[in-house]
Structures are given as C-alpha cells and as structure tokens.
C-alpha cells in the first residue's frame, strides 16, 4: 500500500465516515483497510460489523477510478462512446477504463451494451440483480438475487470467450449489515463460496458521491465532484446537497487541501447529466495533463490495478 501521511489520513478518514453516515445510513461504522473480501474467521451476524471501506493506497496521488451504477440504460452507449473518443489514438497508460456495476434484470434489456462495455475494455460489475434495498430483502432473497446476478454478468464475458477471475460487486444504496435477521457480508462468503468453492466475491464502495442523482445538480457540477478533489487541481469548490423544501438541492461548499485525495468516484450512467458531466471531466484532465508536471498529471485508473481491489493468488472459476 502506498505512503501516507498519518494525519492527513485520519482527517480523510474522519471525512469518508461522515459522508458515509450521510450515504449509507447513520448506523456506527468503522473504517476497514485492506482487501475488500469477507473475512472468512469473522462470524459478521454475531460480530454485527459494518464499515467503509476506503482506498488508501491512491489517497496521495492524482489516480482516479470511475465507476458508474444502475445500468445498462439508454445512455450508456453513448458514454462509452464518450470513453471510445477519448481513448482513441491514446497511449495504453493514458487511456481511461471504467468499472459498470450493472443491475442484473438490465441485462436482458441491453445485452449488446453489456457486451460492448467489455469490449471497449472497461469492467463490468454486479449491482445486484435490482436496485432493492438489501436490508429490506430476507436471506433467502438476498442470496438468490446475488448468485444471479453474479452469474449473469459472467455469462455475459463467457459469450466474448473471456475468462476473468476478478468479480466486484456494489450493494445498491451501499446499504447493507441492518438486517437483524441475517449480514449480508456471511452470504457473500456463503454465495462466493457455493459459486466458486472459494470467497471470490469483492464488494467495492466509493471515496466520494458526485450526488449526479440529485436532479437539481448540472453536468458541469458532477464533473467539478470528481476533479475537484484531486490534489494537483487548486480549486477548492465542490457541490454538496441539501433538501429545501423537501427537495434535494445543489450548495456550493468550500474545501481546502486537506480534503483532497484520489479515488473511487461514484455516478450513474442511467443519468444523461452524469453522461454529459463524463465528457466535461475527461475534457478537464486532458487540459490539465497538457500543462502540468508528471507528477501532477491525473490518471484514470481501472478498479482492477487498485491494491485493496486485487485478487491475488485466489482463482475464482464458476463450479460447474
């Protein structure tokens, strides 16, 4: 994991069970640093653990991983044509590749789409089989959803002649462990294990929401989410939310340096303005690149090259 340094790692930490509070419920979470597998000793109903889960080992740098929810939808093939332009006659190092967490009941709805996201060299990714709540869901609804979508989103690279053995998943809401009847992070081991004969199943969450579904928030706004919080970028504005009138609405907050760090950016691409904000970001690091130093040029990194998202010796092969 890369360095960094200690203080400024607990104000970000600090910073992250704050949003979360806010994103994933108000329940007590903890902060957990490593791999992001269950822990196959921990018994999570007993222990009853929740926690965020950071991306450390990027926190110093300019390195960013897109990820996009919810979909396929009607405007994703327009955002990887957005990716396609942008990595066109680019570099391997500088092209940008991004993760789709995707609703497995979509993918009959666009399977051409599907299969494009893969082809086009981005990750495709388990959001669950629909965009319930998990805590509202019982174990037995909850594990058969799961174990479909999973499934589903592997027949999806086994119809390109693609073997893959990193599977990453994303609880919807990222809501999870507040079912008292059951934790869900025993049934991803449970699946994982019935699927794989091994605990292959990664959940990844996210360092910062752009609230690109808040509807009031503009394209430019989401993009400004993301690249603003970046080191190398002097700009000290984001856009947070707040209801007014019970309506979600856009405010203007101000950060300083302190705030900024690299990391897993969370939109969704079922939004046209999430679409549009993508092609407003990628066009703002490509000026910024153009002028700065190496070592401040931002990176678009793909899920898979992340430390607390790699697979390591595990092989993760479906059991026939």
């Known amino acids: 994991m890369g360095s960094v340094n200690n203080s400024k790692l607990i104000v970000l930490l600090l910073v992250l069970i704050s949003c979360s509070k806010q994103n994933i419920g108000t329940a ?17 109903h007993k222990t009853k653990k929740r926690a965020i889960w950071p991306t450390p080992s990027i926190y110093p740098s300019n390195k960013i ?35 789709f967490f995707v609703l497995g009941e979509n993918l009959s709805k666009y399977p051409e789409v599907a299969k494009r996201i893969i082809e086009d060299g981005h990750i495709l990714a388990s959001h669950d089989w629909n965009h319930t ?37 994303r609880f919807p809401y990222g809501e999870y462990g507040k079912n008292g009847g059951y934790h869900h992070l025993d049934s991803i081991k449970k699946v994982g294990d019935k699927l794989y004969g091994e605990n292959c199943l990664n959940y990844a969450f996210w360092d910062y929401d752009t609230n690109d579904w808040v509807k009031k928030m503009t394209s430019e706004m989401i993009a400004l989410n993301t690249f603003n919080m970046l080191p190398a970028v002097k700009e000290m504005i984001l856009y947070d939310r707040m209801k007014k009138d019970g309506i979600w609405t856009p405010i203007k907050v101000e950060i300083d340096a302190s705030y900024k760090h690299g990391g897993v950016s969370l939109m969704h691409d079922v939004h046209l303005r999430s679409v549009l904000a993508t092609k407003i970001l990628l066009d703002k690091i490509e000026t910024h690149n153009s002028t700065s130093r190496d070592e401040d040029k931002i990176e678009v990194v793909a899920l898979d090259t992340v430390t607390e998202y790699q697979y390591d010796e595990r092989e993760c092969t479906l059991v026939d």
């Open 133 to 169: 709540n998990n805590n509202k869901e019982n174990q037995t609804l909850f594990e058969s959803d799961l174990a479909k979508s999973i499934v589903a989103v592997e027949e999806v690279y086994a119809s390109l002649g693609i073997e893959r053995k990193e599977i990453y998943f």
């Open 65 to 99: 991983v897109l990820t996009f929810d919810d979909g396929p939808g009607p405007y994703t093939n327009k955002l990887l044509d957005i990716f396609a332009e942008y990595n066109k006659d680019r570099p391997e190092g500088q092209k940008a590749f991004a993760t």
């Open 28 to 44: 007590e979470l903890s902060v957990t640093l490593g791999d992001y597998f269950a822990d196959k000793d921990v018994d999570y």
